[in-house]
């Protein structure tokens, strides 16, 4: 194994220390092999928390086929130690469009079973060569972008194999979209541009799980927190919150950072650049590159130094303002950061992990279906388990007093 496989290894074994949900399945997986036969196509972050469950799937039986869902999340280290132990990766730190979408189709090649997707980019292959979809039988997706999409197919009647919603799941929102992406995405921030959030405004687009997370550790550092919303009910939820909700074109003009989480695009546009303040950093929070406008941000720009930073961008507007792009626009916490932290991953791929096994043994039809609730809550029960976390029980007086309406 040459040496940047066995960093990738190294780092690999680091993550998995704080990941005992997910050793505790390898673990069950090598003993029963549910994924025996399996060939599995994967599009993800190929980071040490997805070797952890790639091993994991590895040692159930499966035969993975790996491309990157982000080419700037991409490790190279990893990319290398995974190769050397069999696994089937295709991806590369930087590659450029062309490129990542060769990887989808060559991991769609392989004729896969099943399905690991993130942003719904898999099945969007599928749709436009539908040759591949060949024995697919279903796969699961992880990310609210992903399955909002797989919800709108599926209304329009375009989706032709069973997806299961991971992303949905009560674990995955409250531990990966609320905690991870708050955690992460402020260290991006704070590990590209040195921000002193405390004491600084700080913009939250979008109020959602993602946005409530990133709200809260913002002002847990002591940012002054401004919530941007189209939906009243979050809005009413934000401003019940202590925070201060505002139209975008008067919040962007109080901020310090400004974070998008919408899953939508066209979040911070060029009607927004006049009024941003001298040095403001924005950062993407959402899957895709589209909700800060880069090109009208380039096009408004009277000079670019790029790379000022590690993956940070200065486009200097007219009056010598900068502005501090991030990452190009791209998911902030996974391009200038390291993503979720392991323990954040541990449940979110742990769930996927039992998802397909679930599909491996079962026939769902076409269309988008929920997370077993009994594998949502083996998860939740291993994880508090770990963390040395005891529950009550409810006496048997207690059942027959829920389970009906007499008194």
């Not at 062309?98 to 079973?113: S, T």
């Not at 060569?129 to 709108?152: F, H």
């Not at 006496?395 to 007093?401: E, G, I, K, L």
């Amino acid at each position: 194994m040459d040496d940047t496989a066995e960093q990738g290894r190294r780092r690999t074994d680091f993550a998995e220390h704080a990941m005992p949900v997910l050793g505790l399945l390898r673990r069950r997986f090598a003993a029963e092999r549910p994924l025996a036969g399996v060939r599995v196509a994967a599009c993800m972050h190929v980071t040490p928390e997805t070797a952890a469950l790639a091993r994991t799937l590895v040692a159930g039986g499966a035969a993975l086929h790996l491309a990157a869902s982000n080419p700037l999340s991409t490790q190279d280290d990893v990319v290398a130690a995974l190769r050397a132990d069999g696994v089937d990766v295709h991806a590369r730190h930087g590659a450029d469009p062309a490129e990542r979408a060769r990887h989808l189709e060559a991991v769609l090649e392989a004729r896969p079973h099943l399905l690991l997707d993130d942003g719904c980019d898999l099945v969007q292959v599928l749709q436009r060569r539908p040759e591949l979809a060949e024995g697919v039988r279903g796969g699961c997706e992880e990310t609210t972008t992903g399955v909002l999409r797989l919800r709108q197919m599926a209304a329009d009647g375009a989706l032709a194999l069973a997806m299961v919603a991971v992303n949905d799941t009560a674990t995955q929102l409250l531990v990966a979209n609320r905690h991870g992406t708050g955690q992460s995405t402020l260290d991006a921030v704070v590990r590209a541009t040195g921000t002193l959030l405390a004491g600084a405004v700080l913009v939250v687009a979008g109020y959602g799980w993602c946005g409530r997370g990133i709200a809260e550790r913002a002002r847990g550092l002591g940012a002054s927190v401004v919530v941007t919303e189209v939906d009243p009910g979050r809005a009413l939820e934000a401003v019940l919150d202590g925070h201060r909700v505002l139209p975008m074109a008067e919040a962007a003009a109080l901020a310090d950072v400004v974070v998008t989480a919408t899953g939508s695009r066209d979040v911070v546009t060029a009607a927004h650049l006049p009024v941003l303040r001298d040095g403001v950093v924005l950062a993407n929070a959402g899957h895709f590159d589209v909700e800060v406008d880069v090109p009208a941000l380039a096009a408004a720009a009277v000079d670019v130094h790029l790379g000022v930073r590690p993956h940070v961008d200065a486009y200097v507007l007219p009056g010598e303002r900068r502005v501090l792009l991030l990452a190009q626009g791209r998911l902030a916490n996974l391009s200038a950061a390291d993503g979720h932290p392991p323990a954040v991953m541990d449940v979110s791929f742990a769930v996927q992990a039992l998802v397909l096994r679930h599909l491996a043994a079962t026939d769902l039809p076409p269309g988008v279906h929920d997370v077993p609730a009994e594998l949502d809550a083996e998860v939740a029960r291993t994880k508090l388990a770990a963390l040395g976390v005891r529950l009550d029980r409810l006496t048997a007086a207690q059942s027959a007093y829920l389970s009906t309406w007499r008194v």
